[in-house]
Every structure is written in structure tokens, then in C-alpha cells.
């Protein structure tokens, strides 16, 4: 049975009550039991619309600011934006840092704006349980535009192009090492690859390399779509109509093709995919700070305890279904 309470914040967020979805963010976070009556209620009748664009690459290749000034851009044609900001978990507190939100302060007060920051809450990979429930929050609540930033490391940050529609990697100068490790990872994802901060002076050689690689075939190759390679300076404000106007021919290419429902679908496969690892993960976190209370020493006596919990929590876990 689903509280009411829970039907009465989905009401005052759907009026764009801020204090109320911001509510329901924390119960995807809080819990995988609240986190399941939430999305049972909002995934019962929706079809999908947003457009999701993820942001993911080397860190420090100034993310945050592109999207803040994309924001700015979007804003001025009415558009409802979300950004939900993944951040690195604290090894104590287990909360996110909450460095991207600071920098996107700005938009903060706009009413068709709406900033979250979550951590990855020790799951493998650049998204989380709560992140993407989060996608699908904002998609029901009418937010036609969603930005996701992953934390930018790593063969895992491929998790983005099971969510999001857009996948843009964004680089700076300077960096060629980096480039070469993540050719088989990150680099390779992306539908619009960004040379931020294009105005310093070794940005040419950069580019050069990455349009090489590019025209070669090693990264980025999609059937229809030929990945763009664009400049910009978010700090100078350059280069992001150019940006914008990248993020929307690939929509079209989404929707005209088909693959804008088949990232919904893959989307919602991949929730409950993140929903079991995080259930799970929290189950074993709990009872392993259990079992270190216990006086036993003995390994196998260990294991044994561990495995008769997981086997009755498997047997409670029938109340999700």
C-alpha cells in the first residue's frame, strides 16, 4: 500500500512546488522501499518526453560550467531544465560533495530550474540507483530538457549511454595522455565530443589529434551519426550556441531514427537493474556491520551466517513485487 503523503507530494511537485519534489528526491535516495512507492505511482502512465544529455570526461575539463551556460541558453525558450549532478561519495559520510551544485548556484532560484547532486552511494560505475530514478522523476513532472554529470573517470562512466540520449564527452588542452587511456572508454561514448577551455594556446594540437581520431573511426562511430567535435571556452562564453545547436540536430537524429523510445526502454531496464545492486549492496552493508559486533572468528562460520541473511532477505524481497 503506497501512503498517502506520498500522492500529495507528487501532487504540490506536479504544481512546481520545489519544497515537494525536492521531498521526493530524498525518498528515491532514502530508501529502495520508499524509492519503489514513488516510482510506482509516476512510471504507471508515463510514456517518456524528456530529452536526457549526459555529460561525462576528464575532470576538470569544466562540465559544470558548460551546462550552466546551456542552462542559460535553454532558459530563454521556456524550456524546464533538470541537472542532476553525480557526485564522488564521501568515504564517512557517504553524501555526495556537492561541488556541482555550487557552481551552477546561479540557477538556482529560477523557478524552471531544478539542481540535485547525488552520490554514487559505493555502486560501481558513474550513475546510481537514485540518479536515475531521478531522470525519470523529472521526465513525469514535465522537465523537458534533464542534464545528467557523471563523475568523469574511468571504462564505468559507459553506464551514461544506457540513460541518457546525447552523450557528450567534454576534453580540454593539454591532455593527450589522458585522451589515449580513455579511448577505450569514456572517449569512445560520445555523440558530441567539446574541447572546453579551446582558448589556450595548445588547444590546436589538441583538437588536431581528436579530429584525427575521429575521422579515423577509433571513437565515437554511430550508424546515421557522425560524431561532432566542437570548440568552446564556457568561461568566455564561446562556442555554446554551436553546442546547443549539436544537442538538437542529435535529438532529431533520436527521434527521426527511432532510438529516442529505445533509450527510454533501456533506461528503465537499466533502474531496476541499479534498484537490485543498491537493495542488495545496502542489505549486505547492514549486516556486515552486524556480523563485526559478533565474536566469531572463524571464516567459514562467517560466510555461513552472511549467506542464511541473504537467503531470508531474498525471501522478504517478494514485497517488491
Not at 551544485?101 to 558513474?126: A, D, W
Not at 531522470?135 to 522537465?143: A, C, H, M, Q, R
Not at 533502474?271 to 559486533?293: G, P, R
Request: glycine share 8%.
Amino acid at each position: 500500500m503506497i501512503e498517502e503523503y506520498i500522492y500529495e507530494y507528487i501532487e504540490k511537485a506536479k504544481k512546481n512546488d520545489k519544497g515537494s519534489i525536492g521531498r521526493l528526491l530524498t525518498f528515491l535516495e532514502s530508501s529502495p522501499s520508499q524509492a519503489f512507492k514513488v516510482l510506482n505511482i509516476i512510471l504507471r502512465n508515463n510514456v517518456g518526453k524528456a530529452h536526457v544529455i549526459g555529460f561525462t570526461g576528464i575532470p576538470g575539463s569544466g562540465k559544470s560550467t558548460l551546462i550552466s551556460k546551456l542552462i542559460h541558453q535553454y532558459i530563454k525558450d521556456n524550456h524546464k531544465i533538470a541537472v542532476i549532478a553525480i557526485d564522488p561519495t564521501s568515504p564517512l559520510s557517504r553524501g555526495a560533495f556537492l561541488g556541482d551544485r555550487i557552481r551552477m548556484q546561479e540557477h538556482s532560484l529560477n523557478p524552471n530550474v531544478f539542481i540535485r547532486s547525488v552520490s554514487t552511494r559505493g555502486l560501481k560505475g558513474g550513475l546510481s540507483f537514485a540518479g536515475v530514478a531521478m531522470v525519470e522523476l523529472f521526465d513525469y513532472l514535465g522537465y523537458d530538457k534533464i542534464f545528467i554529470e557523471t563523475v568523469g573517470v574511468g571504462q564505468a562512466e559507459t553506464d551514461i549511454m544506457n540513460i541518457a540520449h546525447t552523450v557528450i564527452v567534454a576534453t580540454m588542452p593539454g591532455v593527450g595522455d589522458e585522451i589515449q587511456v580513455l579511448k577505450a572508454g569514456v572517449m569512445e561514448i560520445a555523440d558530441i565530443y567539446v574541447l572546453n577551455k579551446s582558448d589556450k594556446e595548445e588547444s590546436l594540437k589538441t583538437f588536431e589529434y581528436l579530429s584525427f581520431i575521429i575521422e579515423s573511426g577509433e571513437i565515437g562511430s554511430r550508424v546515421g551519426w557522425k560524431p561532432r567535435l566542437l570548440k568552446t571556452s564556457a568561461l568566455m562564453g564561446q562556442g555554446i550556441q554551436e553546442l546547443r545547436k549539436a544537442i538538437e540536430e542529435h535529438l532529431e537524429y533520436c527521434t527521426s531514427q527511432g532510438y529516442f523510445n529505445h533509450k527510454i526502454n533501456l533506461r528503465r531496464k537499466t533502474l531496476v537493474k541499479l534498484f537490485l545492486e543498491k537493495t542488495l549492496l545496502d542489505k549486505l552493508s547492514e549486516e556486515f556491520e552486524e556480523l563485526k559486533s559478533m565474536d566469531i572468528e572463524d571464516f567459514s562460520s562467517q560466510l555461513d551466517i552472511l549467506r542464511k541473511k541473504i537467503e531470508n532477505f531474498l525471501r522478504e524481497f517478494d514485497k517488491y513485487t
